[in-house]
């Protein structure tokens, strides 16, 4: 019961966004002159969706065994992430994300190759 409820909170929780790049990609594949070339498109995005799953599965049990240790700094993570997430609104805000992504492009060229 326990998995179930965890596939349907998997299933809300990423449908919107997984489900719009899916149609992309179904869209680009009935594009696509043969088969063989839709089927390779939809073969990548089904690997990709489904190997870090199967990588977390591998890797639950250690992972679950590091949290028992690492449960005590989760506050502390917490606050940390969440004055991430404020110190980024206020980037986007005030302009200054635009500032601070030329200025990794400038420092680091190799940035522009990526996606």
């Known amino acids: 019961m326990g998995a179930y409820v965890i596939g349907l909170a998997f299933g809300?929780?990423?449908?919107?966004?997984?489900?719009?790049?899916?149609?992309?990609?179904?869209?680009?594949?009935?594009?696509?002159?043969?088969?063989?070339?839709?089927?390779?498109?939809?073969?990548?995005?089904?690997?990709?969706?489904?190997?870090p799953f199967l990588i977390a599965a591998l890797f639950a049990k250690p992972f679950l065994r590091f949290m028992k240790r690492f449960r005590k700094h989760m506050g502390t993570v917490e606050k940390a992430m969440g004055g991430v997430l404020v110190l980024t609104g206020i980037m986007f805000l005030t302009g200054q994300m635009a500032v601070f992504s030329y200025w990794l492009l400038e420092t680091f060229p190799a940035f522009q190759y990526i996606g």
Request: with cysteine; hydrophobic share 60%.
């Open 12 to 51: 809300f929780g990423w449908t919107p966004c997984v489900g719009p790049i899916l149609a992309a990609i179904l869209f680009v594949a009935g594009a696509k002159d043969t088969v063989l070339q839709g089927t390779v498109l939809l073969t990548a995005y089904a690997m990709g969706l489904g190997i």
